[in-house]
């Protein structure tokens, strides 16, 4: 971020790429604002960098991981009264753009604010994205770099295709790889204590075993 600012400054025309850049945010905030009043709840769409994304219906294998992780995500979270996870129509709003992750968490202290009837929401502590053909792009791109500025801790990445996940968390200003596996265990940072066979995101007996070791560890 520093660097881009360092290359803007750099430039003898600053001010006027400024002026244009601003100009541009402008008439792309006013498209944002359509944005919430055209969306509905049936919709799962995304507000990126001034354009709308649709999402299409995502594949089994997909559902079925963003499913059996949200499961242990949620009962960990719910039994040690952590805070709030969110499932695919959390509307997330940045300074720019507005996602709607798969899988989200925010810990006691943001969520203890957060009202039945809210639709938006901040940037949360966790967020997990299961990749689709459609949604790769973006969750790799786009989204890395803002759950990055906007400080989220932990993001994980799931690939529903290869069964990998791969664990980023922030060190810093940055995301750093702290895992890419598709065996052994894989353990939270942003939810304390929260620690699962990474098998158990892709098969459902070993996913049930592990709710079961979370329940009875309770």
């Known amino acids: 971020m520093h ?37 509905t709840e049936q919709q799962k769409v995304e507000f990126i960098n001034g354009q709308i994304f649709m999402h299409s219906p995502v594949k089994k294998r997909h559902n079925q991981a963003n499913l059996l992780l949200a499961k242990l995500v ?56 299961v990749l689709s053909g459609s949604t790769k792009a973006n969750d790799r791109g786009v989204k890395f770099k803002d ?8 993001y ?6 290869k069964e ?3 664990q980023y968390v922030l060190q810093n200003d940055s995301y750093e790889l702290l895992l890419k596996t598709g065996q052994g265990t894989i353990a939270s940072k942003a939810l304390s204590g929260f620690e699962i066979p990474v098998r158990a995101i892709f ?7 592990a709710l079961r070791q979370i329940a009875t560890a309770n």
Request: include cysteine; aromatic fraction near 10%.
């Open 74 to 129: 949620s009962t960990y979270a719910d039994l040690h009264d952590l805070g709030f996870v969110g499932i695919e129509k959390i509307l997330i709003t940045l300074t720019r753009n507005d996602y709607e992750p798969d899988i989200c968490y925010f810990n006691k202290e943001k969520a203890q604010h957060f009202t039945d009837d809210q639709m938006k929401f901040p940037a949360p502590d966790w967020v997990v994205e």
């Open 147 to 154: 759950y990055e500025a906007h400080r989220v801790q932990e």
């Open 156 to 161: 994980w990445i799931v690939d529903p295709e």
């Open 164 to 166: 990998v996940v791969e």
């Open 203 to 209: 098969d459902k007996s070993i996913n049930l075993e």
């Open 3 to 39: 660097t881009l600012v360092e290359q803007i400054l750099a430039e003898p025309q600053a001010n006027i790429l400024l002026q244009q850049v601003q100009a541009v945010l402008a008439e792309e905030q006013q498209r944002r604002e359509r944005f919430y009043e055209e969306m």
